[in-house]
T-cell receptor, first 114, second 115 residues
Framework: DTAVSQTPKYLVTQMGNDKSIKCEQNLGHDTMYWYKQDSKKFLKIMFS???????INETVPNRFSPKSPDKAHLNLHINSLELGDSAVYFC?????????????FGPGTRLTVT | AQTVTQSQPEMSVQEAETVTLSCTYD???????LFWYKQPPSRQMILVIRQEAYKQQNATENRFSVNFQKAAKSFSLKISDSQLGDAAMYFCAYSSYNQGGKLIFGQGTELSVKP
């Protein structure tokens, strides 16, 4: 059984397009995250939701908008894609925030903007 | 702001030998958690080991152990009896409740294992 799943795993699109990445977890966790891994493999938090409430919104362009329809889902919508948005995007979930609970990561979505 | 630094971009170890990956962090918080994550070529992020800052005892998980020096803000990972499957990118990470539970990652260390 997949704990944290993301769709799609690969996404190739042109500049200016709008795209969404979906994330689902079947672990019953309360908190979900989006991380971005750049071309140098550096990982950085983008957003975090706890029980559908946005609790972390790092310095991310307004073109990125997360949406959490329920506790098990956290989607990422990106408007007007730019070349610099090319990266691997990871969704993660944990039982609670700020505790010693493991964050379970999805397989990542490699986004390529041409 | 909290920062995590991994000063070794690449490390290499002979199979069956021991290797230590370094990590330092900066924080003014007293209650926090430290992690080592492994990312093999498959891209999947895998938790290797975790440490609560309030615990003096170093965490161990089979062949993996840490050397946690709270005063020095150092958190190194020791891999004993290295195996070919240990080859991966290793990330040191910091988390705390005050930071909303987000993981703050170091730059990563690419570990290669020679047969």
């Amino acid at each position: 059984d997949t704990a944290v799943s993301q769709t799609p795993k690969y996404l190739v699109t042109q500049m200016g397009n709008d795209k969404s990445i979906k994330c689902e977890q079947n672990l019953g966790h309360d908190t979900m995250y989006w991380y971005k891994q750049d071309s140098k493999k550096f990982l950085k938090i983008m957003f975090s939701y706890n029980n559908k409430e946005l609790i972390i919104n790092e310095t991310v362009p307004n073109r990125f908008s997360p949406k959490s329809p329920d506790k098990a889902h956290l989607n990422l919508h990106i408007n007007s894609l730019e070349l610099g948005d090319s990266a691997v995007y990871f969704c993660a979930s944990s039982q609670d925030r700020g505790q010693l609970y493991e964050q379970y990561f999805g397989p990542g979505t490699r986004l390529t903007v041409t | 702001a909290q920062t995590v630094t991994q000063s070794q971009p690449e490390m290499s170890v002979q199979e069956a030998e021991t290797v230590t990956l370094s990590c330092t962090y900066d924080t003014s918080e007293s209650d926090y958690y430290l992690f080592w994550y492994k990312q093999p070529p498959s891209r999947q992020m895998i938790l290797v080991i975790r440490q609560e800052a309030y615990k003096q005892q170093n965490a161990t998980e089979n062949r993996f152990s840490v050397n946690f020096q709270k005063a020095a803000k150092s958190f190194s990972l020791k891999i004993s009896d290295s195996q070919l499957g240990d080859a991966a990118m290793y990330f040191c990470a910091y988390s705390s409740y005050n930071q909303g539970g987000k993981l703050i990652f170091g730059q990563g260390t690419e570990l290669s294992v020679k047969p």
